[in-house]
């Protein structure tokens, strides 16, 4: 496994942005019931780890979407991330809302997109994909070509999978379920009984422990 995942996996750990409660699942705003837990933004109230995930959404547009003109953030988790790696970019930055405005100019996208442009999106997390790819359909229909998302966890589902393979996005992700399990294990803060409930959730995580 790569090293810079598991690095930051054991970073979010280290705050307590990804909480892992078999016992004691939490509820998704989705309704699914889930033993697993990410708050990326918590990253955002440490300036070195801030700053970290900053450089490493930096580098990886460097060396994967060097012909970027801009960067676009997915409301509202990877606004403030969006923007501080188009500032370090000295690129245009724009993000994209859940829905329109309900008044002033019912904007879906707020700030500038040229048609043409092409861009990179920011997500904070990745669950199903349903709302970043959402912000995809919004920017092409502005006529500008995404040519990648980068974002700093993900679930790893399969819908999300197939949901980016069909959308033709390009996803890289700073780290990932295996590499969290995989530090979370070695540092104590699950224990190896715990694995096959927390996998068990992941295998199908819209149906896990419906009926309780």
Excluded at 60 to 88: C, K, M
Excluded at 112 to 131: A, F, N, Y
Excluded at 150 to 161: C, E, I, R
Aim: glycine share 6%.
């Amino acid at each position: 496994m790569k090293t810079l995942e598991k690095i930051f996996a054991a970073k979010l750990l280290n705050i307590k942005a990804i909480k892992l409660q078999p016992e004691n699942p939490f509820t998704w705003a989705s309704g699914w019931k889930s033993p697993f837990y990410c708050d990326n933004r918590k990253t955002l109230s440490y300036p070195d780890l801030r700053n970290f995930v900053k450089l490493e959404i930096c580098r990886v547009i460097e060396e994967n979407f060097q012909q970027v003109d801009a960067i676009v953030g997915v409301a509202t988790g990877a606004i403030p991330q969006g923007a501080l790696v188009a500032d370090a970019l000295h690129k245009p930055f724009v993000y994209v809302r859940s829905k329109p405005k309900d008044h002033g100019l019912e904007n879906l996208i707020e700030g500038e997109l040229k048609p043409g442009m092409k861009v990179v999106v920011i997500e904070d997390l990745i669950s199903t994909g349903g709302s970043s790819l959402k912000a995809v359909e919004a920017i092409r229909n502005n006529g500008c070509e995404v040519i990648g998302m980068v974002a700093s966890y993900t679930y790893g589902f399969d819908v999300a999978k197939k949901a980016f393979d069909e959308a033709k996005v390009k996803l890289i992700t700073l780290t990932n379920y295996e590499a969290v399990l995989e530090v979370a294990l070695k540092t104590g803060y699950i224990t190896e009984d715990q694995i096959p409930v927390l996998n068990e959730w992941r295998a199908n995580p819209s149906e896990w422990r419906k009926d309780k």
